[in-house]
C-alpha cells in the first residue's frame, strides 16, 4: 500500500534530527522509517534481524534519510545504552525521538490467542517481558537523556490493535494498557519538572493497512513538534 504522504519541501524539516526506532524494521514500523528518512532525518534501527535492517538502511539513504543499524535487545538496560551511545557518537548528535513498536502481533501465528482461563503465568511472564518491559527500558533510558538536552524529545509508541478489550486479545491489551500507563506518566513527570520531553501511545482501532499512511504521518508530525502541541493518547483513523 502506497505512503500518503504530503509532498517534501525542498528543505527536509527532520535534517539533523536523530530518531531511534525498535519493531521498524518490517511492516508499518518499516514504513514509518521512510517517512522520516525522507524528510531527511537519521534513523538507528535497533534489531536482532540484521538481514531486515540492512535492507531497510540501503532504503532509508535512497530516499534521503541517514540509516544505521544496530543489534540490540532493548529490555536489557546495558545493551540498550551502549547502542544509544554508539547512536549519538554515529551521527553526532542527541537522540531527538525514539519509536517503539515492539511484541509479537495477534496478526502473527505464535502469538498465545487464548481465552483469559486458557492463559498461563508463564505466558503472560513471557509476553510482558517481550513487550512491556522493553517500552518501559527504552522509554527510560531516552527519558534520562532527553530531559538533559534543552530541546528535550519525543517519544512514540503504538497500539496496532487498539485498546479495546477484544476476545483472545488479553496478552496484547494488557501490555497496551501498561504502555499507555508509562506515557501518561512520563508526560505527567516532564510537565511537573518543566522538561521539554514529550511521550505518544497511537492508537488505531481500525485495521492496519487503513491505518499505516496515517500512522507514518502521526510519527512525522510528532518529531516535527518543537512544542508539544499532542494529546498523550492519540486514536488514528484513515
Known amino acids: 500500500m502506497e505512503r500518503d ?20 524494521t518490517k511492516g508499518p ?17 535497533l534489531t536482532h534481524n540484521p538481514q531486515d535492517a540492512a535492507a531497510l538502511v540501503t ?3 535512497a ?30 548528535t542527541g537522540i531527538n525521538a525514539l519509536f517503539t513498536n515492539m511484541g509479537l502481533m495477534p496478526a502473527f501465528h505464535e502469538y498465545p490467542r ?12 513471557a509476553y510482558m517481558n517481550g513487550t512491556a518491559r522493553g517500552v518501559f527500558v527504552s522509554t ?4 534520562r537523556r532527553m530531559v538533559k538536552q534543552p530541546h528535550g524529545g519525543v517519544i512514540i509508541n503504538t497500539a496496532l490493535y487498539g485498546l479495546q478489550a477484544k476476545p483472545d486479545l488479553a496478552l496484547y491489551a494488557a501490555s497496551r494498557g501498561a504502555i499507555r500507563a508509562l506515557v501518561d506518566t512520563v508526560n505527567a513527570e516532564c510537565k511537573a519538572d518543566n522538561v521539554p520531553v514529550s511521550a505518544h501511545l497511537l492508537v ?14 502521526w510519527v512525522v508530525r510528532l518529531c516535527e513538534d518543537e512544542q508539544h502541541h499532542y494529546d498523550g493518547v492519540i486514536t488514528i483513523s484513515a
Open 114 to 125: 487464548a481465552r483469559m482461563s486458557e492463559l498461563s503465568g508463564d505466558q503472560w511472564s
Open 204 to 217: 488505531c482501532e481500525q485495521d492496519i493497512e487503513t491505518c499505516t499512511n496515517v500512522l507514518a504521518a
Open 140 to 143: 527510560a533510558l531516552a527519558m
Open 59 to 61: 532504503r532509508i539513504d
Open 29 to 45: 514500523g518499516a514504513q514509518v522509517a521512510l517517512a522520516l528518512a525522507e524528510r531527511g532525518a537519521n534513523i538507528c534501527l
Open 63 to 92: 530516499v534521503g534519510g541517514h540509516g544505521y543499524a544496530l543489534p540490540c535487545m532493548v529490555d536489557d538496560d546495558n545493551a540498550l545504552n551502549a547502542a544509544l551511545d554508539k547512536t549519538q557518537q554515529h551521527f553526532g
Open 5 to 24: 504522504m504530503e509532498p517534501v519541501p525542498h528543505w527536509r524539516l527532520l535534517n539533523g534530527t536523530t530518531i531511534v526506532m525498535s519493531g521498524a
